[in-house]
């Protein structure tokens, strides 16, 4: 066999006979590396071969038949539900997450959870036997119908596959696995895209459901082609706050359910627990009582509504040019909403350092949450306590207006279950009236209405 050597630009595949600081196709930089290539043999066949076999007859889309998805539950209550509702046979989903976020826990807990019924096989080319069950045994995990084998070498893992005949695989991770018949190092692009299209032949088929991990780079990216993420049904992102307590599991792509759920876990001493009860994590400073310049918000994370609390700041400067710092909340729309406060109402913020921040330690993008920073900037600025049993959801515009905001029923719905009485919204139609019972409702047109309801 002949070989030559090529450069490979490690984000997108490209590839280039000499090297270039920066790269022909995606424009990344430094990204091209030298990798030794086999040069084709012209009657084998090739090796670009589809990595699925989906082929069939033409049919009509009407006579079709949608293929039956049973899911099958992993009763880790918060993975189920942003993955749809459970797994389904055959699925193959990339966990991708920086090092040390909890992937190999996550995934001995879903091992031990599936193992109740099925067969698991665990691949670890990270971890040596011993570590992994001396991680288990922390966990509490006894692992009957877990198979554990340490390889790096594809070619094994498809043999051990073969033998053991699992129906659930993990992979842990793929930047570690190694086709023997590539000469690349592993981790590059030829070796993931080639492990990947071996895992995928041999999944499929199968129906095994197949879970692949995969580190980030430092900028977050999955490392490795963009075309792992096309390969995979699914891509879960492991992701922390920086708390470093809290874990969230945002899927980035699902073929079989919603990219909008996200998966909220705790890492504890015995592994990562569900956080079935987001709403009190968030909400930090206590309800008993009014605080000046605090305002609650139920805001969406997916379609799960969350307690949030905003808190503002407002105080005089001693700079030239007062100080805006907003944490967990976009510092823009701050911005937008600081300049409209002073505009529609009057509010003296020029020389005032403003501080707005979402507590918990979590990031959204809600834009319910605009009411509350502007409830809570005026509370602040004006010290004026804003009563704990009101919350605050609408969009506010440029131009001072209060704006509805999707799903106010189900938002209402927990913040009555948490107590909440008196709810701060925009104007509500009679239908969306009736099913509002115990809620009293402030309905806002505008900054002015609302400044005028905060005395
Ligand atoms: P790990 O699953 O090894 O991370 P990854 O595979 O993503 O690199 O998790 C490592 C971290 O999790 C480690 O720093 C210790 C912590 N941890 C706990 O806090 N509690 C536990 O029960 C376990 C197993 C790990
Ligand atoms: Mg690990």
């Known amino acids: 066999m002949k070989f030559k050597t090529v450069f490979v630009c490690q984000q997108c595949g490209f590839e280039s006979l000499k090297w270039a600081g920066k790269c022909p196709d995606c424009g990344a930089w430094n990204t091209l590396q030298e990798e030794v290539k086999a040069q084709e043999n012209k009657k084998a066949p090739s090796r670009t071969r589809s990595f699925t076999d989906f082929s069939s007859e033409v049919v009509k889309l009407s006579e079709s038949k ?208 569900g956080l079935e009860n987001a709403s009190e994590y968030f909400a930090q400073t206590s309800r008993e009582r009014a605080i000046k310049g605090r305002a609650y918000c139920l805001a969406l994370e997916g379609s799960r509504p969350l307690l949030t609390e905003i808190q503002a700041l407002v105080s005089p400067t001693r700079y030239p040019f007062p100080r805006r710092v907003a944490t967990g909340v976009d510092l823009n729309r701050c911005l937008m909403l600081f300049a409209a406060l002073e505009k529609h109402i009057g509010l003296a913020l020029d020389n005032k350092d403003i501080f707005v921040s979402l507590a918990g330690g979590v990031k959204l993008k809600d834009p319910a949450l605009d009411l509350a920073v502007c409830a809570a900037v005026i509370s602040s600025c004006k010290d004026i306590a804003i009563p704990h049993d009101s919350v605050f959801m609408a969009e506010v515009g440029i131009l001072g207006q209060v704006a509805k905001v999707p799903l106010l029923d189900r938002r209402l719905d927990e913040a009555q279950r948490l107590g909440f009485t008196r709810a701060f919204t925009a104007p509500v139609s009679k239908e969306e009236k009736t099913k509002i019972k115990q809620m009293n409702l402030a309905e806002l047109l505008d900054l002015n209405d609302l400044s005028l309801r905060l005395k």
């Open 66 to 273: 949608a293929s039956k998805e049973d899911r099958i539950p992993t009763h880790l209550a918060e993975f189920d539900r942003l993955l749809g509702g459970g797994l389904v046979k055959g699925q193959l989903t990339l966990l991708a997450g920086a090092p040390g976020i909890g992937k190999s826990t996550l995934m001995l807990q879903v091992a031990a959870e599936l193992a109740k019924d099925k067969k698991v096989l665990y691949i670890s080319g990270e971890e040596s036997v011993g570590q992994i069950s001396g991680r288990a045994q922390r966990l509490g995990i006894k692992g009957e119908n877990i198979f554990l084998h340490c390889e790096t070498d594809i070619q094994k893992i498809v043999e051990s596959v073969e033998n053991v005949n699992p129906d659930v695989l993990i992979l842990d991770s793929i930047q570690t696995v190694y086709h023997p018949e590539f000469n690349s190092s592993a981790g590059t692009v030829a070796q993931v895209r080639e492990c990947t299209s071996e895992l995928v032949r041999l999944c499929k088929p199968k129906g095994m459901i197949t879970f692949v991990l995969g580190h980030v780079t430092k900028d977050g990216e999955l490392a490795g082609p963009k075309i792992l993420e096309h390969m995979v049904d699914c891509v879960l992102y492991f992701d922390t706050e920086k708390d470093n307590v809290l874990r969230l599991l945002r899927p980035h792509k699902n073929r079989f359910g919603s990219t909008g759920e996200i998966g909220l876990f705790k890492m504890t001493s015995h592994g990562l627990v």
